[in-house]
């Protein structure tokens, strides 16, 4: 009788199991070769098409590269300035001639600004009208402050910069820049919507 029982009782376990373990190994969403966390772990392609832009810019640095509707390219350097308690940012991009950044300040929500060196414009900051390429410019600010270089600048480590501000139609922009003394560097640079371009963090 009590073999009987226990032969019952192994019967019904053995059809548990077999009633559980293809439920178990058929769960939707991955396979028993492939369980979620494998599934977490499988990177993800960086040169992705993606919808959205990723990435907060205010934490742009060195090494990270960003994609500006598929033209990409990396930051060689970046100046962290400061004036007065204002701090802002200036990051150079990896281009083949000539010179250009982007530029990250809040003054009070984020501002953003794609800049063109322009060392053929033979200009200094001393009037409020500046023309330039047929658009005429009105002088916004103008100051001084420190900087700090990170990656590669062309700069010192430390330094101090003057700087004079224009600002044309449309987002147009004109600077000038001189830093540690030295001569006047002219820019013009154009305002850039934050959901333009997509940020890879270089680690």
Do not use: C
Not at 19 to 28: G, I, K, Y
Not at 79 to 90: I, V, Y
Request: no cysteine; net charge negative.
């Amino acid at each position: 009788m009590i073999f009987l029982l226990l032969l019952i009782i192994a019967g019904l376990i053995a059809l548990v199991i077999y009633l559980w373990w293809p439920r178990r190994s058929s769960a939707p969403g991955w396979s028993s070769s492939q369980p979620p966390s494998s599934q977490a772990g499988v990177p993800r392609d960086p040169f992705a098409d993606v919808t959205d832009t990723q990435g907060d810019p205010r934490t742009l640095k060195a090494g990270d590269m960003v994609d500006f509707g598929g033209d990409r390219t990396w930051i060689r350097g970046s100046l962290r300035l400061s004036e007065g308690g204002f701090t802002w940012s200036e990051h150079f991009l990896e281009v083949q001639e000539g010179k250009r950044w982007l530029t990250v300040q809040e003054d009070p929500g984020l501002e953003l600004a794609l800049w063109t060196g322009r060392p053929e414009l033979d200009l200094i900051p001393n009037a409020n009208t500046i023309e330039v390429d047929g658009i005429s410019y009105r002088l916004s600010e103008r100051g001084s402050a420190s900087y700090r270089s990170e990656g590669t600048t062309g700069l010192s480590a430390h330094g101090a910069m003057d700087y004079a501000d224009y600002e044309g139609p449309h987002g147009h922009l004109l600077a000038f820049e001189r830093f540690d003394h030295g001569h006047w560097e002219v820019s013009t640079g154009v305002t850039v919507a934050p959901g333009s371009f997509t940020i890879y963090p270089g680690g």
